[in-house]
């Protein structure tokens, strides 16, 4: 297959080429083709949610379990009523305060979503990007459209045209160039149909916005730690590999002169031993390792442009051949908690205390 790549403005801006671009992408959605298109998380693989062929079409391209179920974005709420069963008082609160937004919302779905689209459960992944590109396309399209990231599966999330078209050219029929993404992590995902709501996957809308906005909310076990395989998570991806480089690496935390110490004495070792290492830094702790394959990850100062560089960092460590990465560890508060979440499934949850 022939994939076509337009760019578009990221600034929702549209030229009437622009809006011909994006019209030309609808029309493959409606036609039951995939589409790869940014959102403000994510770069996301998008076909229509209510046709479980299209469903099917996107597992297939990713190389993902068919049991690992899709977010399914829409562009308005009234898109929201005639794929769910029920909106509970929480969901709706959340959806106020966070929509358009990098938040998920799982809900009991209703009959239009066929159980390919979500992973043969009974709810549904529910989000509202506010991507001016995602949301044109969505509008567009005149369906929901089920979008996972837009990655081969297990490989770090797309973060730019770019990485769609490494791993999904000749996969899928078009993608949307808008640029890099704002947020660089997944959305944050919250599961409303039980009596307190429950985080399943740390994001952007972080624990702290949450709990102000629905009071307690409880924190999912499998986002703290390893999943056993007998486990079955509420969030079905959660047990499964994810974000990983194709290099082995190593996270290391405590205090900051002994992490610098321990990452210097361990890169030195695999060196010595003829391997190609990477090293991920903060702009702080740049100048205190040796040169070469040393990638600053952004300022501490700032969590935002951690989230926003992490995927990239990772994927750019693939592209030049990296066999071992060390990475300091970040601060687990705010956006942290989503940071370190995928970091610690990149590295197998392999992390030194030092
Ligand atoms: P991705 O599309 O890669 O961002 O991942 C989507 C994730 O959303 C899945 O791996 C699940 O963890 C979660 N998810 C989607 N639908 C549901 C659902 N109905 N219930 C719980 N989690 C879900
Ligand atoms: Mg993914």
Redesign the pocket.
């Known amino acids: 297959m022939l994939t076509r790549l337009f760019r578009v403005s990221d600034k929702g801006d549209f030229s009437a080429e622009d809006l011909r671009c994006i019209q030309e992408a609808a029309d493959v959605i409606r036609d039951g083709g995939l589409v790869g298109f940014p959102t403000e998380t ?1 770069y ?1 693989l998008g076909g229509n949610a209510l046709d479980a062929s299209a469903s099917k079409k996107i597992y297939a391209a990713k190389g993902r379990p068919s049991d ?4 399914v974005h829409v562009s308005c709420m009234e898109e929201i009523l005639p794929i769910t069963a029920d909106i509970p008082e929480t969901g709706k609160k959340l959806a106020e305060r966070f929509w358009p937004g990098p938040m ?1 919302l ?1 809900f009991r ?1 209703s009959d239009a979503v066929p159980r390919e689209t ?2 043969g ?1 009974d ?3 529910v989000r509202m990007p506010s991507d001016p590109v995602a949301a044109e396309l969505i509008r567009r399209a005149g369906v929901p459209i089920a ?3 837009a990655n081969t599966s297990g490989r770090p ?1 797309p973060t730019r045209a770019e990485h769609v078209w490494q791993d999904l050219h000749g996969k899928i029929e078009v993608i949307l160039d808008g640029g890099p993404v704002k947020v660089g992590v ?2 944050t ?1 919250v ?1 409303v149909t039980g009596k307190t709501p429950t985080l ?2 740390p994001g952007a809308i972080t624990m702290e916005m949450l709990e102000d906005a629905v009071g307690h909310v409880e924190i999912d076990p499998a986002i703290l730690g390893p999943v056993s395989p007998d486990v079955h998570p ?5 047990k ?1 590999r994810h974000y990983a480089p194709k290099a082995d690496l190593t996270i290391v935390e405590g205090d900051m002169d002994r992490v610098v110490g321990e990452i210097n004495r361990l890169a030195e070792e695999k060196l010595a031993a003829g391997k190609k290492v990477g090293i991920i830094c903060t702009e702080e702790t740049k100048n205190r390792y040796p040169e070469g394959m040393l990638e600053s990850i952004g300022t501490r100062s700032r969590q935002e442009t951690i989230a926003h560089n992490l995927f990239a960092v990772l994927r750019d460590f693939d592209d030049r051949g990296a066999e071992y990465i060390f990475s300091e560890g970040f601060a687990e508060d705010h956006l942290g908690q989503a940071i370190m979440n995928r970091m610690k499934k990149a590295a197998g949850y392999h992390i030194l205390h030092v």
């Open positions: 994510v996301g690992n179920p899709l977010i998920t799982i779905k979500t992973g459960l709810t549904v992944a979008a996972p990231s999330s997944e959305s995902i599961d399943l996957r509420k969030a079905p991806g959660m499964y």
